[in-house]
Structures are given as C-alpha cells and as structure tokens.
C-alpha cells in the first residue's frame, strides 16, 4: 500500500494563491475578534500544551432551570425533568438577576422541592442570602446527609458559608458569574477577566477557610454562544485561568466546578426554533471545552415562561450530544489541535490583562451596541412569513 506524501505549508499556500487570483491573502483569509485575537486560515498541530480538565472524568451534568412561579407546577415540571434524564435544577429564585420577572419565591421552596429525589439530583441555586438559608432548612428537615448531597449556593456574599460549613456542605458557596458581563456586550476575554476577578475577590472574602476548604468554595458560571470554537476556548481558558489563580495565590489545585448556560443575548425572538441549532452550537463548545454542569435555556425562553415541549428540546439537545455523539468520552479532545491551542492562549492572555486592570479598579464598560448577536436567520433574514405560536406557558 503506497502511502501519500505529507503536505507542505508552502505547497498549501500555492493552491491558496492560486484561489485568490491576486486577492489579498490576510484580508480575506484572516479575521480579528473583538478582542483583537487574530484568527488563521491554517494551524500546525500543538504538543505539550496545559491539559484542561473536569474534575471527574464523565459526561457534565445536564441542568434544567426550575424558574417557575406556581411552586406545584415547578415541582411537576421538575420530576418530568429528572425522569427524562436531567441531572441537576438550578433554583432560579425570585428576584434574581437571572429571573427576568418570574422565579420560586423562598416561602414557595419547600412546596416546589417536595418529593424531588435531592440525594441523586444536583441543585444549583440562583438567589441571595436568604434563598440559601430557605434551602438550607428545607433540606435540614429532610432525611439528607448535606455532605453527600450536590449543591451549589451561588451566593455573591460570604456571610452564610460559616453556617452552611458547619450544617455539612461541602460547597461551592460562591459562585463567579460571568453571564451579566456576557449580556452587557463583553467580549470573551472581558467575560472572563471580570469573571476571575469576581472570583479572587469571592476568595478573599472566604479567607478565614482552610486551605482545602477555601480551593473548593468558589465556582464559575460562563455563557456560551453561538461561537462553537471560540466556546470551546474560553471554557477551556477559564479552567487554565483558576489554576493559575489557585498556584499564584498557594492553594491545592482543586478542580473548578465549572457550569455554563447558553447565550441570553443570542436568542432570537422571532422564529425561535432557530435558537435550538444555535443551542447545539454552545453545547458542543462549553461540553468539549470542560463544562462540569450546563443548562440549555429553551428555544422560547426569550418569548415567556416556556411550557413542556420547548423544556422538552432544551433537554434532549443535550442528551443527545452525550448519549449519540458521546462527546464527553475524552477528555479535553482539543488539546494539541491548533486552533483552539492558539485561541486559549490568546484568550488567556487578553483576560489575565483585564482581571489585572480589574484588580487595579478599571472595567470594561457595557456596549449597549454588542447586547444582541443579531441571529440572522428568521429575524433579519429568512423570515416567516407568518410565526409559529410561541411555545410558552399559557
């Protein structure tokens, strides 16, 4: 069997030359992000690069919001979710910037939580203070060792961590969320600076811990877009980042407990059921790219509160990309590819600059311009010509 010779670079080039017919090769083969990451036509494989990985090997947790108001049917939307292959509810509580107007109230979350399987569900709780010591006696009340239980607090403050340590919990309690950054029109490497910033400062506040103690009590929470490779990247850069953080500041490396939701501001209005491909995209980028746990906001959430089928899709999009495609059987598949090699180290170095700008007091300031991806198609282009009914709650 006659093997082919191996390509050249400059071989490459000739063909490209010969397809551009005198047109410029950097104008039309290379871009620039935002954040002023030059993007290349043709990478070389890298070797020996930092390995980005989840804690565990095994597929990330499949989430699901649990933002309704009713706390029965938050609680009935919840078992069809966990039946159905979710791993874990985020507990959106009312008043939450992630809300939007809907929410379980913390008098409500006792009601919503009842009979759920909470020793083999994770809980991911979006709220403040007072949201996490109404989940904190709720499950005081049940027959669940804390410690053996998943729970993230989310809390921006660290005044209950003492309590909710000594209750059994094993953390995170405070929780690093670049998803308000994302929404002001940042750009990825702003998202994540002021994501570790956010973080070291969550660090300081919890300086009183151990050591072990204080590795493992800060999580990150990252949104993810349309941008498979460039999510893929900055997922993948945030993990390098915190080590960074953890080995700078002499604390154990501990895994990141990493959780990624897709795009708010990439969601289309109109022809919503586009927003399932450009879900796919985020899934595929945060999953390969070292996501501990993900949710999928359904393709209607922009519309409303979204009813069943629509909560329906958002889960299968990611149980397929699991349990077909198998993407979380490597770990860190991207490693040595060029591409995403060279947008990690971009990104790493662009955000390291805006956390340090961050900690000197200098921040990035909201595009107004940048909070909408615009989706193409069925907004400004291709459009229906009569809209389905929005599949939301009645």
């Known amino acids: 069997m006659t093997s082919f010779s191996p390509a050249t670079e400059g071989q490459w080039l000739k063909k490209v030359e010969a397809v551009l017919k005198g047109a410029d090769f950097a ?3 290379i871009s620039t992000t935002a954040d002023g990451i030059t993007r290349q036509p043709l990478y070389q494989p890298v070797t020996g690069g930092a390995r980005a990985l989840r804690p565990v090997h095994g597929p990330w947790a499949i989430t699901t919001r649990m933002d309704q108001m009713n706390p029965a049917a938050a609680n009935a939307q919840a078992r069809e979710d966990i039946d159905n292959g979710v791993d874990g509810l985020v507990l959106v509580m009312a008043g939450a910037a992630t809300a939007r107007g809907a929410g379980v109230k913390a008098s409500d979350l006792a009601a919503a939580l009842h009979g759920l399987p909470l020793h083999a569900v994770g809980l991911r709780l979006e709220g403040g203070t007072k949201d996490a010591e109404a989940l904190a006696r709720h499950i005081d009340k049940q027959p669940l060792d804390p410690a053996r239980l998943s729970v993230s607090f989310g809390l921006a403050e660290a005044g209950p961590v003492a309590a909710l340590m000594k209750q059994g919990f094993a953390g995170p309690f405070m929780v690093a969320d670049g998803r308000m950054a994302h929404e002001e029109g940042m750009t990825p490497a702003e998202e994540l600076g002021l994501t570790l910033a956010q973080g070291v400062a969550h660090l300081r506040a919890l300086d009183t811990l151990s050591d072990s103690d204080l590795a493992r009590a800060v999580g990150m929470t990252l949104a993810a877009d349309q941008d498979m490779f460039m999510t ?3 997922f993948r850069a945030a993990r390098l980042l915190w080590a960074r953080v953890l080995e700078a500041a002499k604390l154990p ?10 795009s708010w501001r990439m969601m289309a209005t109109l022809d919503p059921h586009t927003n399932i491909l450009r879900a796919t995209a985020a899934v595929f980028g945060a999953g390969l790219g070292g996501a501990s746990s993900f949710t999928v906001l ?9 009813n069943g ?25 991207a490693a040595g590819a060029g591409v995403i090699e060279d947008l990690t180290a971009q990104l790493c170095d662009r955000a390291w600059a805006v956390f340090q700008a961050a900690e000197k007091g200098a921040r990035p300031k909201p595009r107004p311009e940048a909070t909408s991806s615009l989706p193409a198609v069925g907004t400004t282009a291709y459009r229906l010509k009569e809209e389905y009914q929005p599949e939301v709650e009645g």
């Open 27 to 29: 104008e039309k083969l």
């Open 232 to 234: 893929l990247a900055k």
């Open 253 to 262: 490396a501990e895994g990141l407990a990493l959780h990624g939701e897709t």
């Open 298 to 306: 359904p393709f209607s959430q922009a519309q409303g509160l979204p």
């Open 309 to 333: 089928f629509a909560r329906r899709v958002a889960r299968n999009v990611q149980i397929v990309v699991q349990a077909e495609a198998g993407l979380w059987q490597v770990d860190d598949p």
